[in-house]
């Protein structure tokens, strides 16, 4: 087989196995070889190294879409010198995920305006990062889509789509009084999860 008809086969497997960020930089990655005297073993490396970074960002911002956030906030940007009550120690346990692998609950409290939306959004992205699924919502959506289901006969089938995400964020609970109904479908959800 000639070196023509190898490099033609190897494209032809990159692209079958959907590998096409290593098909895209093959050329590139063979020519840095050659000319930085590479091991076929560091080619490779390379190739897979881009291939992995580019699924592993790609899935982090397909799970970034899908959770709903009103806004990208990241951990990065909260201003503890905004917020001194906030423990800096807190807030980077928190970033570890050892509340998600626990199964804890996180709740922020505070007035409104201090920064507990921004740290909730900025833990969810962070979350994604670290390879689980969230999601957003505020309280007064969340009661509006369940008593709806109720309504319809498909709360079962929302509760379930609720438990889905390992991450589930639920914004605002204090600012909107809950009715018995309202209450109910929340307990409902929190016993579930």
């Not at 990208?72 to 001194?84: H, M, S, T, V």
């Not at 980077?92 to 995920?97: A, E, G, Q, S």
Request: proline fraction near 3%; glycine fraction near 6%.
């Amino acid at each position: 087989m000639t070196t023509n008809e190898i490099y033609e086969r190897v494209h032809e497997n990159l692209s079958w196995l959907k590998m096409s960020t290593a098909e895209s930089i093959l050329d590139m990655a063979v020519e840095h070889s050659v000319k930085e005297n590479k091991s076929f073993l560091e080619t490779l490396d390379r190739l897979l190294a881009e291939e992995v970074n580019h699924r592993r960002s790609s899935s982090i911002e397909t799970r970034t879409k899908l959770a709903n956030f009103p806004a990208r906030k990241f951990l990065d940007d909260f201003d503890l010198g905004f917020q001194p009550s906030m423990d800096r120690k807190v807030l980077d346990d928190l970033r570890t995920m050892r509340f998600m692998a626990n199964g804890d609950n996180v709740i922020l409290l505070g007035p409104p305006g201090v920064g507990k939306t921004h740290i909730a959004i900025g833990l969810g992205i962070e979350a994604i990062k670290a390879g689980y699924s969230a999601y957003y919502l505020n309280s007064a959506s969340m009661i509006s889509k369940l008593k709806a289901a109720a309504q319809r006969g498909t709360l079962e089938r929302a509760l379930k789509n609720l438990c889905r995400p390992k991450l589930l964020i639920v914004d605002e609970i204090g600012y909107l009084p809950m009715d018995r109904e309202a209450a109910n479908l929340f307990f409902q959800l929190v016993s579930r999860r």
